[in-house]
């Protein structure tokens, strides 16, 4: 069992920044794929970025390419998602989620999950 809680999300102002991070528990958080999804309401969850279990492979959303950027401390057992220049379309509560093997872009893939941080994007 991997536990994951988010936090950082807030209310900012478009072209503002946040810093979401993940804090993680359990099995060993180095040995897992970890990803970002964000689900806006009546939306369906979506992918927006994910990083190999040694911090060096990511892959984003063509959508945030170039305005988020996902990291990972193991020694902390903690991801970082920083955003910037945020967009109204950027709302939506973020979740961190986690699986073992190949890293991959779907939801339903993904084994855990946390409970989410609502990110809010005033225009």
């Known amino acids: 069992q991997v536990q994951l809680v988010e936090s950082g999300g807030g209310l900012v102002q478009a072209g503002g920044s946040l810093r979401l991070s993940c804090a993680a528990s359990g099995r060993t958080f180095s040995n897992y794929v970890m990803g970002w999804f964000r689900q806006a309401p009546g939306k369906e969850r979506e992918f927006v970025a994910r990083i190999g279990w040694n911090g060096i492979s990511t892959d984003y959303a063509d959508s945030v390419k170039g305005r988020f950027t996902f990291s990972r401390d193991n020694a902390k057992n903690t991801l970082y998602l920083q955003m910037s220049s945020l967009k109204p379309e950027d709302t939506a509560v973020y979740y961190c989620?986690?699986?073992?093997?190949?890293?991959?872009?779907?939801?339903?893939?993904?084994?855990?999950w946390g409970q989410g941080t609502q990110v809010t994007v005033s225009s």
């Open positions: 989620a986690a699986r073992l093997g190949k890293g991959t872009n779907y939801p339903r893939d993904y084994d855990y």
